[in-house]
């Protein structure tokens, strides 16, 4: 499945989202051909949003645990993180001329417009989408289940239905009204 495609700046391509069996990843689709180009390695974590703008791919992900800013350089395919905030970012959107991203901020007091003016590709940290944020809490919760449920076969307990008595519920401890 395909998710938030755009056009890229030459109108010969579209980048989108596709979801597989191993997750989320950025890909490429030459109208021409009808190749599909993969950009970046699948992961289970959002990804949305991309918008390419001469040899990056912008893109929003939760690889550090909230929404930032990313870029793939279509050149090199190295990802940069190259805007983050406090709680989270969405709908990315970027100037036709590619020196600004517009964004929505999310802060305490709800979301905010920022513009930002792109900084030099030198300045952008290099981040591993391998090494994507893991929450704690729910690593600890997978770590203690036994498997994956199986839900292919039928559970074969039966359940009858009887008439309902009320006089024979009427007093029951473990509810607070009768």
């Not at 940069?80 to 406090?86: A, C, D, E, M, V």
């Not at 929505?104 to 417009?113: A, D, M, Q, V």
């Not at 952008?124 to 839900?151: I, R």
Request: net charge positive.
């Amino acid at each position: 499945m395909y998710f938030t495609p755009s056009w890229s700046s030459d109108q010969k391509s579209i980048y989108a989202v596709e979801l597989g069996p191993q997750g989320k990843s950025l890909i490429k689709v030459t109208l021409a051909s009808g190749e599909v180009t993969t950009l970046t390695n699948p992961s289970f974590g959002e990804i949305r949003k991309p918008i390419q703008r001469g040899r990056y791919l912008y893109y929003l992900a939760d690889y550090a645990g909230k929404n930032d800013v990313f870029a793939c350089d279509l050149m090199s395919n190295f990802t940069h993180r190259i805007l983050g905030s406090k709680y989270g970012i969405k709908d990315l959107q970027s100037s036709n001329d590619g020196n600004y991203l517009l964004y929505l901020n999310y802060t305490s007091n709800g979301f905010k417009i920022e513009k930002n003016e792109l900084l030099k590709a030198s300045s952008w940290q290099v981040f591993g989408t391998k090494d994507h944020y893991q929450d704690s809490l729910s690593a600890n919760l997978t770590h203690q289940e036994k498997g994956v449920v199986d839900f292919s076969s039928v559970d074969t307990s039966r359940y009858f239905s009887e008439k309902y008595i009320k006089v024979k519920n009427l007093i029951n401890i473990h509810s607070w009204s009768p």
